[in-house]
């Protein structure tokens, strides 16, 4: 199903055509200015200043930059090229590439090493830019072993798939695919048609491309108002009146920039429809990735600070919190387990991997975001209880994962209060599980982040030390004991 499809139902466009080379000029305008240097804004159009757009032309967009540096050292060496621009449209991030020389895609072990010291996540934000896992002869991969290890293997392989396609874009894209069986195929389409860019004997860059679901409405109406029979006629007409209606533009246009902002239109013109708002992924944030927004309706907006008696067992994923939790549930003390531990389990008893059951990450945070909004609201205020983290490290998992909360849960985080945070020290016998499959240097730095987005909301943390599991209980009930509050209110 397209979610798109009828975003531009009902909106009267007289001439669409000259609706596209419009937003083509007033796109092309504001990021010359921006790239001169002048303020912000480059535009008087709200919709411009608001929403998110890319570049008219690809080239132009710090993403592609940053693959043309990274790839250029091995643009001679096909198999070599065809490797570095999957890896780079799977990782697809900026920072990144900039981060890498190609020639580390030759030493795996030390291409993760690296990938997993870097302050942020490797890959491009999934909500802007989703990966999914790629099955390779009856394997599950996912994206980050696919880009750190598969790709190598293989990358003969797929080179001889797409020199077997006689340039077209198109044939390519489905003859990888057919080996990797994924639903969105956008990552395979990318890394080909750049190859198009640097061995246009390979892939013919005038070779049509396939419409994707968020074109389909705008190309519609152009294929309609131009009286043509399919979109790939109509993408060479638009080409065509690209001299006549826009002869000062830097280059001459190609299938793919016809489909792409064809795709901008209608996001475009879905804004001036009503049928786009300004929100999540969709806002521009000058220096900020795409976000999509996590939020509630706020049941109760006027209600002042709301203390409880919620004692948090919080930490990286290497501290050592369900072996403490179990243990204060057998001293007798009420607990709460992490609800993305009890979905791991219970998949896991399925059949199912963690690899699997968060192999898209945006929608495994989206399901946490909701129950854990839903379990620490209805626990009780008067009761002591001990949760094994708590929504706060839902934030930053979020984050890794493209989703920020909206203002009802911001409110509703300021408002209720845990009693305690006990941080735990990371334990340095950290070992890897089926549930646990961060390494350690992802897991101290995620330790990190929970600790700053704790004292960011106020919260005065409880440190304690890397000792047994008898001394660490030990030292909770102590502290309890004293009621002491533990935390600083907004």
């Not at 912000?40 to 008219?56: E, K, M, T, V």
């Not at 993408?235 to 065509?240: N, Q, S």
Request: contains cysteine; hydrophobic residues 40%; charged residues 25%.
């Amino acid at each position: 199903m397209n979610p798109y499809a009828t975003a531009l139902d009902g909106l009267v466009l007289e001439d669409p055509v000259t609706a596209f080379f419009d937003f083509c000029r007033e796109r092309e305008k504001i990021r010359l200015l921006r790239e001169s240097g002048a303020p912000a804004p480059w535009s008087n159009d709200p919709i411009f200043q608001r929403g998110r757009f890319l570049n008219i032309f690809r080239e132009d967009d710090r993403g592609s930059k940053a693959i043309e540096r990274f790839v250029k050292p091995c643009s001679q060496d096909l198999p070599s090229l065809v490797h570095a621009l999957f890896f780079a449209r799977w990782c697809n991030r900026q920072t990144t590439l900039d981060a890498l020389s190609v020639e580390i895609l030759n030493e795996p072990t030390h291409l993760i090493r690296c990938l997993e010291s870097l302050p942020e996540q490797p890959w491009c934000n999934v909500a802007a830019y989703p990966v999914e896992p790629v099955k390779w002869e009856g394997e599950l991969w996912t994206r980050f072993d696919t880009a750190t290890e598969l790709f190598g293997r293989i990358k003969t392989r797929l080179t001889d798939l797409i020199l077997g396609s006689g340039g077209d874009v198109c044939r390519a894209t489905d003859a990888v695919n057919d080996l990797f069986g994924m639903k969105n195929d956008f990552p395979i389409f990318m890394a080909i048609i750049d190859l198009a860019e640097y061995r246009p004997d390979v892939i013919d860059p005038a070779s049509h491309v396939p419409t994707g679901i968020g074109a389909v409405a705008f190309l519609d109406r152009l294929q309609q108002h131009l009286g043509l029979d399919n979109h790939h006629q109509t993408c060479e007409r638009m080409i065509e009146l690209q001299s006549e209606l826009w002869p000062e533009a830097k280059r001459p246009f190609q299938p793919i920039d016809i489909e792409y902002l064809s795709c901008e239109c209608r996001k475009y013109y879905s804004y001036v429809n009503g049928t786009k708002t300004f929100e999540g992924k969709n806002l521009f944030r000058p220096g900020e990735s795409a976000q999509l927004v996590f939020d509630t309706l706020d049941r109760d907006p006027a209600s002042d600070l709301i203390e409880t008696q919620i004692h948090v067992i919080a930490g990286g994923p290497c501290s050592g919190k369900t072996t403490v939790l179990k243990a204060l549930e057998q001293s007798g003390h009420s607990v709460v387990t992490e609800t993305s531990q009890e979905l791991l389990e219970a998949g896991i008893s399925e059949g199912r991997t963690a690899h699997d059951l968060r192999a898209d990450p945006v929608a495994w945070q989206q399901e946490i975001f909701s129950r854990d909004h839903a379990l620490f609201d209805g626990l009780s205020l008067d009761e002591i209880v001990f949760t094994d983290t708590s929504f706060i490290e839902d934030l930053v998992f979020g984050a890794r994962a493209g989703i920020v909360i909206g203002p009802n849960v911001a409110s509703w985080i300021k408002r209720k209060r845990y009693k305690t945070v006990f941080f735990l020290d990371p334990l340095e016998d950290y070992e890897q599980s089926q549930v646990r499959i961060e390494s350690h240097s992802v897991a101290r730095q995620i330790s990190e982040d929970v600790r700053k987005e704790y004292q960011r909301h106020g919260y005065e943390l409880v440190a304690v030390p890397a000792k047994s599991v008898a001394e660490r209980v030990a030292f909770i009930e102590a502290h309890i004991s004293k009621s002491t509050p533990t935390h600083t209110s907004y």
